[in-house]
Structures are given as C-alpha cells and as structure tokens.
C-alpha cells in the first residue's frame, strides 16, 4: 500500500519498546505501533534486539525474507540497505531482523549507535523491539532511545518487574548521562487487559498499575483472540481485520504522536452459549 509521506526531514526518533518480564505481548506491540506509525505517513523502521529468539520478523511476515540481519551489519559482514527489509503492506515500513544464533554480546554500544544514527538520516521513527529484562540486549535497546513504551500486564510480578525497567530507563541511557539532556519519556502500555478478571479482583485495575508505576498511560489492549490470529498469519494487528485491540493499538499510536484521544476501555464481545453450541460468532 502506497501511503502519503509526512514532508518534513526525518524526525529520527528512537522509541524502544520494553518490559520487565517476558510474554507481555511486547513484540506483538512493536510491530503493531510501527506500522501504525506507518499508516499515519510516518517512515517507521522497526529494529529486533532480542538476540537468539528473532521473533519480530515472523510476527511481521517477512521470515523468508531475511537474508542479512542487525548482527550482520555491526559486524561489517553485511551494509544495512542489505540487511532492512520493506514491508509488502506499507511501502514506508522496514524491519531489521536480528540473528537467532549469534552471541548477544555481538551488540555492541558503538555498533548500535552507528546503525541508529545511519537509521536517523531516513526514517522518522526508529521503534526498537527489546527483549524482556534488565539484561545485555535490553539494555542496548534501550540506551540511545529518546522515548520508551513500557509494556506490562495488570499482574502483580509484571508492573513490578515494568517498576525495575523504568528504573533502568532514569538512570543507565545515554540521555540519564548528558547534562542537558531531558528525560527519556516513559509511557507505560498495559495488555491483555480483562473488563471481567478485573471486576472479579482476578486482575489489578488500572488505576492501581498507574499508582505503582507513576507514569502516563499509552493505552490500555483488551485481551483478544484477534492478536493471537494476527500473530499467527504474520500481520500487526493494525493491518488486520477490525477488532477492539486494533482499535486499541490506533489509538495508542494517535496518543504517540502526540494527538488527544479519549482513552477507551474495551473488551472483545465473547460468544454467548447459543452462538458457542452452533459455532457462530457473536
């Protein structure tokens, strides 16, 4: 799909998409914010950090496509118009897989920083997919962002291990080290949010995960069977057919760029008895 492109120089903002603990729907977040952004006439690339797993380019639907990866180019083996890979939805969409066998300390500060600023000179947003943690890799998708989108479920294990990284975020990023520098800015994003676990006390609301973590709110992600199909046929759930958690993601990306949006709390429609005994959907 050919999108009508934002005029200006590249903006070259670097947003790194992270969490505290792993199966949060992070990866699943990064390709569906990048090629929101996309969608918007932004040109989005959207890098994998996470060493060894390489999970974003299947969720993305380019696995056979990859021939070059991120390791490949700090290395020098590969240039990095080798190695990004255009979208076949949004001409205005790259993604720079990463390896799934290499060393992670492959990730060096300085090769990432070339490529980042390499990156700046064409894209207007440079969304940087983090493996979960406070580990190696985490910490280079992190280092050199501008902004950051916590990612984190209304669980008790995840907001604290979302409180850890955003401790991380204040204190060891390249912008927590300059001067002069402001702040990155941290917005957290909860998923798989449930109306009725939540009513039931099963899940914490979310005025208690935004007491703990004490940052804005990006959005809130119902739970859904529309992200697992999306995930599974390798589309961001923007791209995909209509559901609340897309509806959800685009208004996470509007609030992104910096428009008001009325923060909306739903939940997939679940089939009622009848329509489950004969198989029809709601």
């Excluded at 969608?39 to 890098?47: A, E, N």
């Excluded at 021939?67 to 240039?79: L, S, T």
């Excluded at 912008?175 to 002069?180: F, H, T």
């Amino acid at each position: 799909m050919s999108i009508e492109l934002k005029e200006k120089p590249p903006l070259g903002r670097v947003i790194v998409i992270t969490s505290g603990k792993g199966g949060v729907g992070k990866t699943t977040s990064s390709a569906a914010i990048s090629a929101g952004l996309a969608q918007q006439g932004f040109r989005t690339v959207v890098i994998d950090f996470d060493v060894g797993l390489r999970n974003l380019d299947m969720t993305m639907g380019c696995e056979r496509r990859v021939v070059f990866d991120f390791i490949n180019v700090i290395q020098g083996d590969a240039r990095l118009k080798q190695a990004l890979i255009r979208d076949k939805r949004l001409d205005n969409l790259c993604i720079l897989p990463t390896s799934q066998t290499r060393d992670k300390n492959a990730l060096t500060k300085e090769g990432v920083e070339k490529v980042l600023d390499e990156l700046k000179q064409e894209f207007d947003y440079i969304i940087c997919d983090s493996p979960a943690g406070i580990e190696h890799g985490a910490q280079m998708a992190m280092y050199f962002a501008d902004e950051a989108v916590v990612v984190t479920n209304p669980e008790v294990s995840s907001v604290r291990d979302s409180d850890r990284v955003l401790g991380l975020l204040s204190s060891q990023t390249l912008r927590a080290e300059s001067k002069d520098a402001a702040p990155v800015k941290a917005q957290v994003l909860l998923t798989r949010h449930d109306k009725a676990r939540v009513e039931s006390g099963e899940m914490m609301t979310v005025e208690d995960v935004l007491e703990i973590l004490a940052v804005p709110l990006l959005g809130v992600i119902p739970e859904s069977q529309a992200i697992l199909r999306a995930s599974n046929i390798g589309t961001p759930v923007v791209l995909d057919q209509p559901s609340a958690a897309r509806r959800a993601y685009e208004d996470a990306v509007s609030r992104l760029i910096g428009n008001e949006v009325e923060m909306r709390i739903e939940g997939e429609r679940r089939p009622n008895l009848l329509n489950r005994l004969f198989g029809r959907a709601s």
